[in-house]
């Protein structure tokens, strides 16, 4: 008898982590994400920080759960947020019609662009110059969809942004279309390189939750409209971005 309730809590602890705060069941909050895309999400020594991080950690703590993140290929993060290995998916995510057939997402919590990076010198200036050249992105990423349509460009893809500008670097693209913030970060920290002038796109970031779990996503717009109102929101962009 004695064994089988210790068997049976141990299942029950099983089954609870498994489906996770979002679902009311446990004391995990299980996040989603592709931490290589400061600022919003990357590695510090051996811990992920950043704006998504400082923000789910709030979402998580209002809700009484302990948040557990999910580091993985920014193409996989909806897979894992539809299938229900990780409750939330945060990570830059722009809105989009089609993401928007597979999942749901809260209100919006920060604004964003394309950019483009060249190498100093290059003589892509603007947009018009990438027609017919070689552009590297993200796989998956918006700056992917906004480059397949320059006209005659040949799209290498990477799975991750980094790599995209090693290809930069060693000549194998002559450009990479990515978030503005990521550019900005990474061109400021390594030489040799420009971000053109002029924004491509207007974007906006949210976070992701399973097609129709409104309970969660109540909770999560709950926590973003109280950072928002509170001044906190900004107070953790700054941390990230304007104070650098
Ligand atoms: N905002 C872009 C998108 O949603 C890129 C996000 C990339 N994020 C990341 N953590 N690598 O497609």
Known sequence: MRKTG??????????TAFIGCGNDEADVLVMAT??????????????????????ARIIAEDMGCELVIEDMAFDSIIDAVESGKADIGMAGITV???????????????????????????????????????????????????????????????????????????????????DREFAEVYVSQNGGLAILDESFTDEEYAICVAKGNTKLLEKVNASVQNLKDSGKLREIVDKYINAE
């Open 96 to 178: 989009s019609e089609d993401r928007l057939k597979e999942v749901d997402f809260s209100d919006i919590y920060a604004e964003a662009s394309q950019a483009v990076i060249v190498k100093e010198g290059s003589d892509v200036t603007s947009l018009a110059d990438l027609v017919g050249k070689r552009v590297g992105v993200q796989l998956g990423t918006t700056g992917d969809d906004f480059s397949e349509n320059i006209e005659d460009a040949s799209v290498e893809r990477y799975n991750r942004g980094y790599e995209a500008i090693q290809a930069l670097d060693q000549g194998k693209v002559d450009a990479v279309v990515i």
């Open 34 to 55: 592709n931490a290589e895309f400061p600022p919003y999400e990357f590695y510090s020594d051996e811990e992920i920080v950043g704006i998504d991080v400082d923000i």
């Open 6 to 15: 210790i068997l049976f809590a141990l299942f029950s602890v099983m089954c």
